[in-house]
């Protein structure tokens, strides 16, 4: 800045530059509150929405709590309509299609789990819905598809998982009496160190040498 002789001469300066630039000085300034001002609301705005889905998940858990299956159902729907982006209508899918098994509408449920995977963008939400979705597979024998949402997985994101798919994929291959492949799954499973004491009772189940009865004399 240049350095003037006198203070009127700095003053004088100063009004030649806000005759030219007071403009876009204001101009600047109420941007400055809008964009402030708005962002302010927006912080609002998306904490009440927050606020209002967390609520809506609680009651639908309360509701579930009770067993009340159309309460569950309308909540989760409502969160799923209203509240799409959030965590909790994502959870709430989950529920839903557990509410459908519950009522014996499988092939909904499928539909929900299977949206889920599709376009979610949570690991852990694909995951889940993916297991469940296989487990709904192995109970409509539809084997082959369960199959190929296993070989799906990513391993790259299914660490925590890996141990579940090898359950089921083994479970799977029992129920296709594929055995050997079955106690290859089940023993991965426990290969990864997670798997339940679940799964060694299958793998002995299916590695005990079969009963042959003696001839009678």
Known sequence: MAIYDTEEEQIEQF?????VN?????IGVITAIVIVSGANFWQRYQQEIRTQASQAFQEMLDNAAKNNLDGVEKIAEKL??????SAYAQFAALELAKVKVQKGDLEAAKAILDKQIKTTDSDEIKHLARLRLIELDIATKQYEQGLQLIASVDPATSEGFAANYDELQGDIYVAMDRLDEARTAYQSAIRTGQA???IQFKLDDISAPAFTATPAK
């Open 15 to 19: 009004k030649r530059w806000w005759s």
């Open 22 to 26: 007071q403009t876009s000085v204001i």
């Open 80 to 85: 799923n309509k209203e509240y799409a982006s």
């Open 196 to 198: 339940t004491p679940l």
